[in-house]
């Protein structure tokens, strides 16, 4: 059964930094694109990075460029979210998500097919 779990989530004061981790199992991640998303409360859910599968592209949300980073160990199963510079509107549920879309590249929900159940993150002092 294919599956994700995120972890790393917490709480942190305004320019501090997390990092997330989305471990797969009962696949092999290296076939898929692999996103973060964050959904905050009463918004949308949105993209925030996406990975290639070995890594060699990326893609990030503009409110996240030059803060977070992310990065995959195939050899561990697992993608990382570096979050640096974390600000309170940084604060949302964290969900990785895998794919074989062609268009994975645009980083958007609905090229997305399986989800993680997310982890909290709240930036506050």
């Known amino acids: 059964q294919l599956q994700l779990v995120e972890s790393g989530g917490g709480l942190v004061q305004p320019g501090g930094s997390l990092r997330l981790s989305c471990a797969a199992s009962g696949f092999t991640l290296d076939y898929y694109w692999i996103g973060w998303f964050r959904q905050a409360p009463g918004k949308e859910r949105e993209g925030v990075s996406c990975i290639s599968r070995y890594g060699g592209s990326t893609n990030y949300a503009d409110s996240v460029k030059g803060r977070f980073t992310i990065s995959r160990d195939n050899t561990k199963n697992t993608v990382y979210l570096q979050m640096n510079s974390l600000k309170p509107e940084d604060t949302a549920v964290y969900y990785c998500?895998?794919?074989?879309?062609?268009?994975?590249?645009?980083?958007?929900?609905?090229?997305?097919?399986?989800w993680g159940q997310g982890t909290q993150v709240t930036v506050s002092s």
């Open positions: 998500a895998a794919t074989r879309s062609s268009r994975a590249w645009l980083c958007r929900l609905d090229e997305y097919d399986y």
